[in-house]
Nanobody, 125 residues
């Protein structure tokens, strides 16, 4: 397993941008598929985006397509989530997760074995 630490959250106005980072420990980061999930107050955790170990496959939930971009730098053991045109409904705690590559979109929490502690994103209207 890897240890994951997110950063980059904060308060932003609607229409603004944030870039979240998730730094991983260990030397096997390049072997893991990575995902971002979010949980809004009073709601269940939901899938945001995933990226395969080689960056060849990315998936997004419909609510963020065209606004969010997931990427990774295996040399830095870091995965990113660039969030543009943020909306109040994007307010949530965002967590990154690591798991083995599978032939699915990585949209289920059970696809992942390691989780970060989360970073808060608040979008004001």
């Amino acid at each position: 397993q890897v240890q994951l630490v997110e950063s980059g959250g904060g308060l932003v106005q609607a229409g603004g941008s944030l870039r979240l980072s998730c730094a991983a420990s260990g030397r096997t980061f390049s072997l893991y598929r990575m995902g971002w999930f979010r949980q809004a107050p009073g709601k269940e955790r939901e899938f945001v985006a995933s990226i395969s170990s080689s960056s060849s496959r990315t998936y997004y939930t419909d609510a963020v397509k065209g606004r969010f971009t997931i990427s990774r730098d295996n040399a830095k053991s870091t995965v990113y989530l660039q969030m543009n045109n943020l909306k109040p409904e994007d307010t949530a705690v965002y967590s990154c997760a690591a798991g083995p590559n599978k032939y699915n979109n990585g949209a289920y929490p059970t696809d992942y074995s390691s989780w970060g502690q989360g970073t808060h994103v608040t979008v004001s209207s």
